[in-house]
């Protein structure tokens, strides 16, 4: 129920408080800067935008996950709100997005050497029998999709940590190990649903995005779009603003209400 609760927050604070689309607005704008390569002809300058994206999106993440507290608490959620929310909490979470992609790449390695080193007893397995040095590598691939997830899973909740609680980096980590802990059931459904909604809500800028690569989009859809890329990326702006405006809204709520049946998360650990 909680799930359900945190997903009716989010939508009863994102319809009172439209501020919320406006720093939406923000992300979208940045999410898009991957395709800035389709309007100029600078890799350089495509690397560059996109690597000063993941500077500023802390700062907007901060910023937005402060104003969207505002709004499901009923205080005032305003632009002045957003900056100084973002400003309060920037450092901490640019050092924690750092550790959180860190964590992710070396459980993503180090779980990929596992699967190297199985991959090779899989080949001589194939010489014995195909099937099951299928079945071997379809398990070794799981084994490597799930333990990611499920480092993301446990972690996820830094940013609201540090945002929400005030907690220093390390504490942040510590905290949503613990939330996530205390309540595994309702976070794993929590996630699920979060992730493929999210997921679904973006299908037609998924369709959109085959039109901006190499790939014929015949090859894929059976059928040519037409859209030009002008039309195209005021598109995935639009989707991008009001998807995070409302899932990260969501994402909030339903950490505001975890803390509040868990308030001694931390001092447990």
């Known amino acids: 129920m ?52 993941l500077i500023v999106f802390p700062f907007v993440l901060g910023g937005f996950i402060g104003t969207a507290r505002a709004a499901i608490e009923g205080a005032d959620a305003s632009l002045t ?23 992710v790449l070396g459980t993503a390695i180090g779980f990929g050497l596992i699967g190297f080193v199985l991959g090779i007893g899989t080949m001589a397995l194939a010489a014995i029998h195909e099937m099951a040095a299928f079945g071997a590598g379809v398990i070794s691939l799981l084994i490597w999709l799930v333990s990611i997830l499920v480092v993301i899973m446990f972690v996820q909740f830094y940013d609201a940590a540090i945002v929400i609680e005030n907690q220093s980096v390390t504490d ?12 595994l059931k309702s976070v794993a459904g929590f996630s699920l649903a979060w992730l493929v909604l999210l997921n679904v809500f973006f299908i037609p800028e998924y369709l959109l995005q085959l039109t901006m690569t190499d790939a014929v989009p015949t090859d894929i859809l059976s059928m040519d779009l037409g859209i030009p890329f002008a039309v195209l990326l005021p598109i995935g702006i639009a989707l991008s603003a009001v998807g995070f405006a409302y899932f990260y809204t969501v994402y909030t709520a339903f950490y505001m209400r975890l803390i509040a049946a868990s308030p001694g998360t931390l001092d447990s650990l």
Request: proline share 2%; glycine share 6%; no cysteine.
């Open 81 to 103: 709100h957003f900056f100084t929310a973002a400003r309060t909490h920037y450092l901490r979470l640019l050092l924690a997005t750092v550790l959180f992609v860190i964590l």
């Open 172 to 183: 942040a980590f510590r905290r949503s190990i613990g939330l996530v802990r205390s309540n």
């Open 2 to 53: 909680v799930t359900v609760f945190a997903f009716k927050d989010g939508f009863t604070a994102l319809r009172a408080n439209p501020i919320l689309l406006v720093a939406g607005l923000l992300v979208g704008v940045g999410s898009q800067l991957q395709y800035v390569d389709h309007l100029i002809e600078s890799p350089l300058l495509s690397a560059g935008a996109s690597l000063a994206w």
